[in-house]
Structures are given as structure tokens and as C-alpha cells.
């Protein structure tokens, strides 16, 4: 059953060397339990992002939390590249798994249908087959004859994401953004922070019910209010682009990054 | 490059991809894509005036402009069964191939500059039909001869597809793809610049033409189209860049 | 872009000899369109029930609609076993590819993504690999050795489903009912019955679009009102158990089914 | 049988399914399975009362008693997750080997008698820890040496698998299925029927204890808790079958 904690109690389930799973920008990101990450002292994490990550990552990274990465790509959107991301490869400091988006959803699909792999289609050309040599080319069992790339199961131990709204039984609002059933489908456990708990049951209608989570796959929700910012929540707020624009220019340099962060925990702490 | 000359120059991007869109009826954008938008909406408003069928545009990452429910596997999805026609690329790098490189210069994995990473390129070129190559720089390290990286590759005769590259267009000039023999085409040269422009500053090799037309500028009731209607369109989901598109 | 037409209209648009993918009777079944179907003299179909159906499947058999079925049960539920169907089997007058429900899902997903087939988990040792030359099991091509069973995809002619309502724009609401939308991301072409058309846009908000299969995969959609009587439709009306009990009577003969058949085609004509 | 006979056999099902459900946290149960529903349902009152970890019940084909929000697939998808703990099958056939056949008698495909389908066995007879093979009917029609139809295999040793038979529950006896030696153990025979009774009808061999003890009956409290809280919590979902369980 769903526990409800504290923020804290929410990311001290989290071991270090743990696979974690992340939603792209806008699909509800949990800054709230990055930021209690790193202020755990959390190392090693293998981040696991669908199918692309930008702040959060590049925090994660920055910070020391994240050792590995399985992207498709690291991004400030409009505010420009991730730079301790790119500070990272160059340094030869983190392990990065290249992949293109839809062979992360494939590889989670895989671990949600108990099946060791995914085959997906196109990719065949690409260098990410010279880099992910995880990835097979086979030749189809079925059908006309003609090469297939399959993807092997993603099976994070955390699928961690910020929503809207949870009920007390534990089922999470999760709208349209349906890869966050995905990855807690997929995952061992799934820790997810929310605006607010509701006194409703999400699950009382048909059109509520058809965008939750339940909470047979929820493990843990801790109420962070604001817990996206300054990325954006659905229905809630927008992104916060100057802080955004802020951090990118901060970040270009590991004192100038070192200092966003100080100013990110401290304030995480002021809300908390 | 004068506020003037650089609406006319977003106005003509505009006018050349509705053009390259012509027949489609769903074409997805990015989400930090406007030029593409804007001409997947002048296309989208010609054939309302003119009774042609209907377009639908997906714009990722808006929610006002998505058709989708099923979250963020069913572009891929459903470009995969055949229901996206059209969609754009870019590229660090592109090389004469038609190949683009998303993943940055130097020797992976360690990278003298790293970009953000592959997307979903790698799957989509094979997909989409018409993927149109959009990247205003026009310069040799753009430009190349062969990719670092082939994030996706734009021919693979081992393998069946569907979809694959149809043109380049930069701020210069428009070239067409052919698939057949896996190379560009110069089609044609944008107003203020020459073939010879072209040459100097594309690392590839290329066919052309004898003689290299103009690519045509938007006609009065087109760039009407694109200062009125258009503009309003795009400032819904591209503030930003609708007020760069106001009449200097 | 969806087209709003009659039932007549709607399934004059099925060919002869395709195939028809159709959901679990709870799941909105258009027994409307099954109706004018028969009525208009459709045969040679090949039946894809998601997983398994049950008077829908038994009438297009017993009426020769339906000349092919794959499926992983057809049953009357309360109502016993599936007269035609059990009548039809013994005849040798159709072709069944008898299955287990989650391989048509998985099928039905190889579509959807696009890919030939579908890896899935168990079924090994099960005697439908010897009647389904079609699956095959083969050594998995990452992880640990292992035997897996693949199926291919199952790309329907069409999808044909009742919900109880859809916008002027084409969206249709389907709740939870999320095979629905697997039926129509697989098939060439879908066509829905719906109890009523709403002024509202189904895809305003995020929690009525959740429900929601978007216009983009719906190619005609008609008004039924009642139209999945005599089975149930989720918000709307229950199982009319006492008419399938009369059906499961009456359909242990021949003459009785064409009696049966004969009242349910004029009471839909009444209704239409 | 009379009606109190039906009742208290109605009991002691309920009691010995609850049993095999001991420790549990998700079982999954069919539309048209009162029985093993009310099993589940003492199972988890019992735990309420007891303080132990709650059990959650999804009964197929209910929408009030549904935790699932992605279509049909999702209990298939679970069980493979390892996230349901028991499932019930039963069968037309069901053999010495634990195999059953939910498809018909005689030479597939044109058979002598055609039963519904294989529905989800074969899948969910690889991915289910507890699988309860619950039939009703003890005879040797039903419990045949060799199923005509293997639906689902018990054991497979050529793939590694987390599922399979538990438990074989029928009107006389509770049999115990050993997954090592692929074959069944006669656990108890339920009161008023003997150690005889059980061989004359069972179609198949299996290993038995040399005293074969009965069934327990239900004691007092289970017994009232049957009638009370649990058929009120059946009537909801199972209103016939709660009113064939009201007191004679």
C-alpha cells in the first residue's frame, strides 16, 4: 500500500548505485526531490530519462548524484545546452548510454510486459548501434524476411515524478502524460511528489479514473507544493524561463554552478 | 542583417515549407521549431481558402496543440503506422548522404564539442516520408562531407522504410533529395545569393541544375497571409518569435 | 478527417473478406453496426475479438458474416456457451485461430508500433503453439539465454467499437477502456457507433482527454442510441441478461437463431 | 443436496480458498467467480481484523472493483510485473500433470464438444506464484489423465517461470500440487466423503499422505463471518450468488 511521507523519508528509500527513472521538462518533473537528493548526499544513480531530461539531469550530474545516463538527449530547451552535462563527457566523468526516444519507451514497455526485449522499428544506419551494443539487429522470425532492432527491458529500481494531485488512497493524477504509468509499470518502485492531496477518489468516475496512476503501483508520495519549479506542471504553472536562463548562465562554470546550488538547496529548505 | 531583410528572409523559409508540405495531411512540429509551424500553418490556411483537405499540425510539447492521449511515445507511435507525414530535422552536422549528426564533433564518447543527443532522429527518418532537413546556418562545418556521427542515416538499402530526407532547406538555398542515389540536388538559390555562394560555403558535393532558378519569394496575398493570419496563429504557441515576425 | 454518417452508411464502407478487430463484450461493443451489418449482407469476415467476444461474434457467425475468428474465447458469460459458435465449430464452416488473450493485445501493440511482432511472456507448453504455426518460439537475443514466444502483428481492415460519446470534432470518449484505442492504432480504419455527439470538446481539459481517443484515428463515427443493447455500456446501462438468456435459448437451433435473428434486425430497423 | 448442504459446502470453500490465499497481497479473481471472490474477501477481512497487511482484491469486468486504468491489458501486464499474487483457473480437463484444457474433447480444431477458449491461461499460468485450480465438479470427466488440449502447461522445465498450479480445490477434495515431481498430493477430503470416494472419481494418479485427513470446516467466527460481513460485500458484485448463500 501507498505510504505518505516527508520528502526526505520519500528520497531516503533511494540506495545509492540505484537505476532512477525521470520524465522529459514537461511531463512533471520532481525538483523537489532532486533537490532533496543531492542534499542527502545520494552517489552513483543511474538516471534513466523519458526519453530525454534538461535541469534536473544536469543538476543530478553537476551535483555528483548521477554517475550514468540513458538519454536521448540532454537539453536546456530554450535556454541552450546542459553544461554540466557537456562539462561531464568531456571530463569522461559520467557513463552515458546514447539512445533515441523511442527505444527508452520500447525498453520500459519490455520490462512492463515481462518480456527480456523490444523490438522496434527504423534505427537500422544509426551509429547508436556501434555505441549500444546492448542493441541486436535480428532478422524478423515472422513475417517477409528483413532485419529488426530489438532493445532490451529497462527495469529501473525508482520511477520518481511530480504530479498534480494524489488521493489518500494513493492514486496519482497523471492526465495525458501516460508515460509516468509506463516507467512505474516498469520500475521496482515508484516514489512520486504532488502539489496537494485531494479528499476525493480519483478512481470514483470513469473520465477521473482514465488519467491516474493507481496506487498499486505507487510506493510513496510526499506533498512538495511548487515541486516542478522552476520547471513547468500541467494545469498548474509554466516554466520559470528566467530562472532557467539564470541557471544555463550560472552553470557554464563549476564555481558559478556550485553557488546555484547552494541558492536551489537553501531554498528548497525555506519551503520546506 | 537589418530587421527588414530578416523578416524577409523568415517570410521566404515560410512560403519555401508550406511549398515542401504541399499534399500532406499531418505534419508534426517541435516544440521550439516557429518557422516550420509557421509554414505547416500557411499551408494549413491555403487550402481552407482554397477547399483543398484539411491539415493537421501537431506541435510537441503544447498542449493546445496536441492531438495526443496516449503520451510521449505516440508521435513515434503513430508515425510508425504510417500517420505522420511530414517532419522536420536539424542537425549539428549533415553530411552529403543526407546522414545528420546530433551527437556532437570529435570522437564519441568523449566529444571535442557534445550536443544534446539523437532524439528521436534515429527512428523517425526511417518513418516519416517527407522529412524536411531545416537548418538556417548554411556554412562548411554544417555542411559537411561525412557526418562524426550518424545519429540517423538517410538510406539504408538493407532495410525497407517508408520514410527519409526530401530537402534541405537553410537560409541559402533549397536542395532536393534523391533517394535513389543518396545525394542532394540544388533546386534553388535564395533571393541575394549565388549558386557560387552556395558552393563556397556547402562541405558537400551536390548535383545541380544548369541554370539555378531563384527560389520564389512569397507572393503579396502569401506574405498577407503570413503577416495577418499566420502571425496570430504562431504568437498563441510562439510568442517570441511572432513579435520578430511584426512589420518593422 | 473524421465523417459523421448514418449506421447504413458506416458499415457500407466494410468490404467483404476483412477483417474486424471487436472488444470484450463490457468494453463497448457497437451491436448496432453488428446489426446492419448482417442486414447488409456481409460475408467472408475475419473476426479479431479483443481478446474474446460473445453474442456480437456468435451473431456474425451464426448469420455467415463471419467466416474466420481469431480469438481467446467466445462465451455468453452467464448466459452459457456460445451457441453458433459451438454449432459452426463442429460444422467446419469457419477458420478459428484460437489464442490467449494477451497475444491479441500483444499483436494488436506489433501494430500499433509498427514492428512485425511482439515478444511475450508464458504460453510455452501450451498446445495453441501447435495449432498457431504462426507464433514461434525463439532463443531471446539479449539477457540470458532463454525461449521466447513472438507473434506477429495483427493489423485489422478495421476497428468497430459503441462508447457513449463523441465530440463534433471526432474525439471519442472511452474512459479506461484503453484496448479501444490499441484496436484503433492498429487498424487501417476505425468506425464508431456512439450514443450521442456533444457540443463540448472532449479534448479541453486534461482529465476529460485522458478518456479520450483523439479524431486522428476515427475515421467515421455514427449515432446508436442504445446501441450496444443487449450488452452493457460503462456509465450508461447494464447487461440485459433476460435477452441473452432468450438468445442462449433460442439459439441452440438453426430455426430458433433465425427466429431471434429475424426480431433483433426489424427492432433495430424500428430503432433506426 | 439440500440447501443447507449447499450452503455449508458454499462455506468450507470459502474457508479453504482463504487458506491458500494466506499471505497474499493481490489476487486477481474473474467476473463470475463468487467463490473464490469470497475467499479473497474472508482472506482480507481476516487480515483487517488481525492487524496483517491489507489484501487487495481486483475482480475482472467490475468497474467498482477495478484498480486497473489501461484497458484489458493491464492485469496481463501486472502479472507479469510480478504484481498479482494468486489468480484461480479451473477447466474442462485438468490432468495428472496439472495441465488444463479450457478448449474442447476430441481431435482440435472440428472437436466433439468446443468449450469457450483458453482465455488468459496460457499466459497467466507462467506468471502467477499461486495459481488455485478451482472446480467444482470432481469426477473423472473432468479429471482426466491427459487433457485433449494442453490450454496452459503446469510445468515447463525448458523456461524459467515464477507461475503455476498451487492448489487443486474441487467439491471432495484439496489436493496440493508439487511443482518438483509435476503432480498432485492429496492434501484432505472435505466431511462426508472419504479417501475412497476422492480415487473412484479421480480420473489421474497422485501421491497421498497415509492418513488422509478431512477438510476443516469452518469454525464459528469464519463461519459468521461468511454470512455476515463477507455475503454483504458479495452482493455487490455477485447478488444471485449472495442471496444462495443467505441462511436456509
Chains 1, 3 share one sequence.
Not at chain 1, 525508482?158 to 504530479?163: G, N, P, R, V
Not at chain 1, 492514486?171 to 512505474?184: F, H, K, P, S
Not at chain 2, 519555401?16 to 500553418?41: E, F, N, Q, T, Y
Request: hydrophobic share 45%; charged share 20%; glycine share 10%.
Amino acid at each position: 500500500m501507498t505510504e505518505m511521507v516527508g520528502l526526505q523519508a520519500l528520497v531516503a528509500s533511494i540506495e545509492p548505485g540505484q537505476s532512477v527513472t525521470i520524465p522529459v521538462d514537461r511531463a512533471g518533473v520532481s525538483m523537489a526531490a532532486t533537490a532533496a537528493m543531492i542534499e542527502a548526499g545520494l552517489t552513483g544513480l543511474h538516471l534513466v530519462c523519458v526519453p530525454i531530461s534538461g535541469l534536473q539531469a544536469d543538476l543530478l550530474i553537476g551535483a555528483g548524484v548521477a554517475s550514468s545516463v540513458e538519454t536521448s538527449a540532454v537539453s536546456l530547451g530554450e535556454a541552450g545546452g546542459a553544461p554540466r552535462f557537456a562539462a561531464a563527457i568531456r571530463a569522461g566523468s559520467i557513463r552515458l548510454r546514447d539512445a533515441t526516444c523511442p527505444a527508452i519507451h520500447a525498453g520500459l514497455l519490455a520490462a512492463q510486459k515481462g518480456v527480456p526485449f523490444m523490438p522496434i522499428a527504423g534505427i537500422v544506419g544509426s551509429d547508436l548501434l556501434e555505441v549500444r551494443p546492448d542493441w541486436k539487429v535480428i532478422d524478423s522470425p515472422v513475417g517477409e524476411p528483413g532485419k529488426v532492432v530489438v532493445v532490451p527491458a529497462i527495469t529501473p529500481d525508482i520511477a520518481l515524478f511530480h504530479a498534480p494531485e494524489a488521493d489518500r488512497f494513493g492514486n496519482v493524477r497523471i492526465g495525458r502524460y501516460r508515460e509516468l504509468a509506463t516507467m512505474a509499470y516498469a520500475a521496482r518502485r515508484t516514489l512520486v511528489t504532488v502539489e496537494r492531496i485531494v479528499e476525493r477518489d480519483l478512481m470514483a468516475t470513469e473520465d477521473s479514473a482514465a488519467g491516474v496512476l493507481p496506487a498499486l503501483y505507487v510506493d510513496a508520495i510526499a506533498v512538495a507544493e511548487n515541486g516542478a519549479w522552476p520547471l513547468p506542471l500541467w494545469d498548474e504553472y509554466e516554466t520559470d524561463g528566467a530562472e532557467l536562463a539564470r541557471y544555463a548562465a550560472m552553470a557554464r562554470t563549476d564555481e558559478g554552478f556550485r553557488a546555484y546550488l547552494s541558492a536551489f538547496l537553501s531554498r528548497g529548505k525555506q519551503v520546506a | 542583417m537589418t530587421m527588414q531583410d530578416d523578416r524577409a528572409r523568415k517570410e521566404l523559409l515560410i512560403t519555401v515549407i508550406a511549398g515542401l508540405l504541399d499534399g500532406i495531411r499531418h505534419v508534426a512540429v517541435g516544440a521550439s521549431s516557429p518557422i516550420p509551424a509557421a509554414g505547416a500553418m500557411l499551408l494549413r490556411a491555403r487550402n481552407e481558402q482554397q477547399g483543398k483537405p484539411p491539415v493537421r499540425i501537431s506541435i510537441l510539447g503544447s498542449s493546445r496543440h496536441n492531438f495526443f492521449t496516449n503520451g510521449g511515445v505516440e508521435l513515434f507511435d503513430c508515425a510508425a503506422q504510417g500517420r505522420v507525414d511530414a517532419f522536420f530535422l536539424g542537425g549539428g552536422q549533415i553530411d552529403g548522404a543526407g546522414n545528420i549528426n546530433l551527437v556532437g564533433t570529435g570522437d564519441y564518447p568523449r566529444m571535442d564539442v557534445r550536443w544534446p543527443g539523437s532524439f528521436g532522429s534515429a527512428y523517425l527518418y526511417h518513418l516519416v516520408p517527407r522529412v524536411i532537413l531545416f537548418r538556417e546556418e548554411h556554412s562548411p562545418r554544417v555542411l559537411v562531407p561525412k557526418v562524426d556521427f550518424v545519429s540517423a542515416a538517410a538510406t539504408t538499402p538493407e532495410v525497407k522504410r517508408r520514410g527519409g530526407p526530401h530537402a534541405l532547406l537553410t537560409n541559402l538555398a533549397l536542395f532536393d533529395f534523391d533517394r535513389e542515389r543518396g545525394g542532394f540536388r540544388l533546386r534553388s538559390v535564395h533571393p541575394g545569393y549565388s549558386a557560387e555562394d552556395v558552393r563556397d560555403r556547402t562541405g558537400f558535393d551536390y548535383a545541380m541544375p544548369e541554370i539555378v532558378p531563384p527560389t520564389p519569394a512569397p507572393d503579396r496575398t502569401t506574405a498577407e497571409l503570413i503577416r495577418g493570419q499566420i502571425r496570430n496563429e504562431l504568437a498563441e504557441c510562439y510568442p517570441e518569435f511572432a513579435r520578430t515576425m511584426a512589420a518593422a
